[in-house]
């Protein structure tokens, strides 16, 4: 059986997934574990291509929601095949910024797909790679606004979406955890860094083949 672990980070725009990132690989690393982090849309030559026309092409101005997520779909497809399940093969502890639960909550929730052919794409693209964990960093959608803004960068594409729009993203990452508890944990990401580290790598070292 392989060593390897599947783990993936979710959360709306400015809940910190990129800083946990970091510290969580920091500390599995210095456990002695082979980590790799991948991020979606993107992780692949191809994917990383989606992943400009989807956030920041000039040409993704017009993407109706329906081609929004065929894209998403088809970079997460092209990632599990080269790069996750051999990593996984080989016993890496593979590290995600986002994945298909990001689809559903971003494309079926927020935008109103139909949740039914939402999950039907993401079978298809996956394939059965799922993730033993899933961890989704939650605070309230103002303070996580504010975030973004107070980083003075420009805003891509999804970023720019009403604050509306990631209440609905929030209420539907809380709603996914209801739904599947065994998998899918919510960490509170409104306490600093270092805390909120604390709480992931007690749920880490929950998991026999984490760490």
């Not at 990129?18 to 993107?42: D, K, N, W, Y």
């Not at 003075?152 to 709603?175: N, W």
Request: proline share 4%.
């Amino acid at each position: 059986m392989s060593s390897g672990f599947l783990l993936s980070f979710e959360g709306s725009e400015g809940c910190g997934k990129s800083t946990q990132i970091a510290l969580l690989r920091a500390r599995l690393e210095a456990e002695g574990r082979a980590v790799v982090m991948l991020r979606e849309p993107g992780g692949t030559e191809l994917g990383e291509s989606i992943r400009h026309l989807l956030q920041h092409a000039k040409e993704g101005a017009a993407m109706t929601p329906e081609t929004e997520l065929l894209l998403f779909a088809a970079s997460r497809a092209q990632l599990v095949r080269e790069k996750i399940r051999p990593l996984l093969e080989s016993g890496t502890f593979v590290i995600l910024d986002r994945f298909l639960d990001s689809t559903t909550v971003y494309q079926g929730i927020a935008r109103g797909l139909p949740l039914e052919s939402v999950r039907a794409i993401n079978h298809f693209a996956i394939g059965g790679t799922l993730p033993q964990l899933t961890l989704v960093l939650d605070m309230d959608t103002a303070t996580a606004r504010q975030r973004i803004h107070q980083a003075g960068r420009e805003l891509d594409r999804i970023e720019s979406q009403p604050q509306a729009f990631f209440e609905k993203v929030r209420q539907g990452y809380l709603a996914l955890a209801e739904a599947e508890p065994a998998r899918v944990k919510i960490i509170d990401a409104s306490a600093a860094p270092e805390a909120v580290h604390e709480s992931i790598w007690r749920i880490i070292s929950t998991h026999s083949h984490a760490v």
